[in-house]
């Protein structure tokens, strides 16, 4: 199921994807850094404050009158293009897979913040030939519950899922689960807490995302700037 739409989404000036300025939804984090060149590439210039971690403003003008940028949290990117806030977003394929949203369409692969969704145990779990896949019923902690129930419910797993938003690491060894469902990068942080990778579920990039709704009513102007997206990405 998807999340509940928050309060100040549902307000129809708001949800209208026509309405004013169109709007970027960026995330924050190690992924904006990464975007800097493509942005540059699709001729995007955001105030210099955009850049700023530490400013507190969340909207920015660009050297286009016609587009705004936002810098939200990577998980909200999707939410805030799903509802029209945003007709145009960039996240990661890993929240499009939690959220699974009808309303967006990801017409591009940026091939940015490239990395894999993995299941990871105690190393001691495995030394002790303590077979995961032989178990009908787990504890998990993970920032992604949606994939984590889908993953083991295909699997005939019964999955008691713990729900946190950072420090999944140290979840197995405190006791609060057995396993953990995460992004691995390079899997230096795994070892570092005594973990291992058992089990692939997905890869990993960053999307460009549009409102379905938003690209009807207004196909020109974002059919576009996808095609400035895509020629960037290519020139990367």
């Known amino acids: 199921m998807n999340a509940p739409i928050p309060a100040s989404l549902s307000h129809p000036a708001l949800a209208r994807p026509d309405a004013g300025p169109l709007v970027l939804a960026l995330p924050k984090g190690r992924i904006l850094s990464e975007l800097g060149p493509v942005l540059e590439r699709a001729g995007i210039a955001p105030d210099p404050d955009y850049a700023n971690e530490d400013s507190r403003k969340l909207r920015f003008r660009t050297n286009d009158p016609g587009l705004d940028v936002v810098r939200v949290r990577p998980f909200d990117v999707a939410t805030f293009v799903a509802f029209g806030a945003a007709a145009i977003g960039v996240v990661g394929s890993d929240v499009l897979m939690e959220f699974d949203y009808p309303e967006l369409y990801a017409p591009l692969d940026l091939r940015l913040g ?53 420090a999944m690491e140290l979840a197995p060894s405190l006791g609060l689960s057995r396993l953990i469902l995460d992004l691995v990068q390079t899997g230096s942080t795994l070892r570092a807490n005594g973990l291992v990778e058992i089990e692939h579920v997905a890869n990993v990039s960053t999307r460009l995302i549009v409102n379905r709704a938003a690209l009807k009513t207004r196909p020109e102007l974002l059919g576009g700037w996808i095609a400035r997206f895509r020629a960037a990405a290519a020139a990367s």
Do not use: M, N
């Open 114 to 166: 490239l990395c894999r969704l993995s299941i990871a145990a105690p190393a001691a779990v495995l030394a002790a030939e303590d077979d995961p896949a032989r178990w009908s019923q787990i504890r998990v902690a993970t920032k992604y519950p949606r994939i984590a129930r889908r993953h083991f419910a295909a699997r005939g797993v019964t999955a008691d899922v713990v729900e946190l938003s950072g």
